[in-house]
């Protein structure tokens, strides 16, 4: 069975401040996705990393794709309340190739 | 463009009932797949239609069904009920299933069971 294990699950942190989620598998995916999801809403996708060792940037998210595909980081620079929100990653896998989640991390940014 | 519809919002049953949850997709998007989120197991795939037709079933008892329309509305169903299906049930459509194919989320059904 293919898992995503994300850490740390809880993160709380001051505006500013500067962080680093993570997303390991044991598992070699074709693709890896981060989501973010606020209170009420579902997930929205963020960006999906293809090539290993690839490095994609939005804005102040920064995202890498390990380079044997079995893992991805997340990194957020001077992190604001509007960051705020829980952290998925996501890869195709299963035995149907269905969408496999992490459990999330959930960031708190504090004014 | 209207994102994912889903209803209701908000759902409370009582152990044994059976509830059934409602999801219209994006304009034009033929697939949907449908999600079980909670704390404990996070966002766990339960199953995917396109065209009418079941694609993908996740790992879940045969109480959790679904269906969907030629509109490509889709149904879940949940029969008898267990304290445990209290969860945020997701929608997601994409114009065609395919690893590669964006997923659009739907606000979620939150279902308590009492």
């Known amino acids: ?111 | 463009k209207a994102g994912v519809t889903q209803t209701p919002r908000y759902l409370i049953k009582t152990r044994g009932q059976q509830v059934t949850l409602s999801c219209s997709p994006i304009s034009g998007h033929r697939s949907v797949s449908w999600y079980q989120q909670t704390p404990g197991q996070g966002l766990q795939f339960l199953f995917e239609y396109f065209s009418e037709t079941q694609r993908n079933k996740g790992n879940f008892p045969g109480r959790f069904s679904g269906r969907q329309f030629s509109n490509s509305r889709s149904e879940m169903n949940v029969s008898t009920l267990e304290l445990g299906d209290s969860a945020l049930y997701l929608c997601a459509s994409r114009y065609l299933a395919g690893s590669y194919n964006e997923q659009f989320f739907g606000p979620g059904t939150r279902l308590t069971v009492l």
Not at chain 1, 42 to 65: A, C, H, N, S
Not at chain 1, 81 to 104: E, H, R, V, W
């Open chain 1, 1 to 111: 069975t293919q898992l995503l294990e994300q850490s740390p699950q809880f993160l709380s942190i001051q505006e500013g401040e500067n962080l680093t989620v993570y997303c390991n598998s044991s598992s070699v995916f074709s693709s890896l996705q981060w989501y973010r999801q606020e209170p009420g809403e579902g997930p929205v996708l963020l960006v999906t990393v293809v090539t290993g060792g690839e490095v994609k940037k939005l804005k102040r998210l920064t995202f890498q794709f390990g380079d044997a595909r079995k893992d991805s980081s997340l990194h957020i620079t001077a992190a604001q309340p509007g960051d705020t929100g829980l952290y998925l990653c996501a890869g195709y896998g299963g035995s149907q190739g269905n969408l496999i989640f992490g459990k999330g991390t959930k960031l708190s940014v504090k004014p």
